[in-house]
């Protein structure tokens, strides 16, 4: 007896922890991303979609979602607030984490309670190419060898063309009668 009245107090607390959890959020949310984000680089801007839905079926506009991501090893954090772009519900952020490494974020869609998407790993920034000759003004930029492979050989068809263009008008002249020459 004393199992089943502890049982039915602890289905009972559930329950009501349950309707209480959902009537101070209004329901609840199901947010599905457009694509996953794939490589983002550090520093680089990485836009993402996504919809948002009420009980996982009707598109919402009427929320403020904003993702918000964690570094897992500075634990330095951002917070960067989505648009409404497009259809009903669905939303875009604009984002560009500052730092290479793994990042927990999520996105949340106030007044629900956040989704969490786990870890995003972002690689190093970009590699920037080093000019030796920054400052200085120059009328060409550096060839490349195929270029110069093929500026030679247009250079070699030019000649080439013009070559059997006076050679074609000299034997055309020497084929023509003496009178009509002059």
Do not use: N, Y
Not at 23 to 47: H, M
Not at 58 to 81: C, F, M, Q, W
Not at 156 to 165: D, Q
């Amino acid at each position: 007896m004393k199992k089943k009245l502890a049982a039915s107090t602890l289905l009972l607390a559930f329950l009501w922890g349950l309707s209480a959890t959902a009537a101070s959020a209004g329901g609840w949310v199901v947010i599905t991303l457009d694509a996953l984000p794939t490589a983002p680089r550090a520093g680089e801007s990485l836009l993402i979609g996504f919809m948002v839905r009420q009980h996982g079926q009707t598109p919402i506009s009427d929320v403020e979602p904003r993702l918000i991501a964690t570094h897992s090893d500075s634990g330095e954090k951002l917070e960067v607030a989505a648009v409404q772009e497009g259809r009903t519900g669905h939303f875009v952020v604009e984002v560009a984490f500052p730092q290479q490494g793994a990042w927990s974020w999520q996105i949340e869609a106030r007044p629900f309670p956040t989704q969490d998407f786990g870890l995003l790993e972002v690689l190093p920034a970009p590699a920037v190419p080093v000019r030796s000759d920054v400052g200085t003004v120059s009328s060409a930029e550096p060839v490349g060898e195929a270029q110069t492979w093929l500026r030679w050989g247009g250079i070699f068809l030019l000649g080439a063309a013009t070559g059997m263009f006076v050679a074609e008008r000299r034997r055309e002249a020497a084929a023509r009668p003496a009178d009509v020459r002059a």
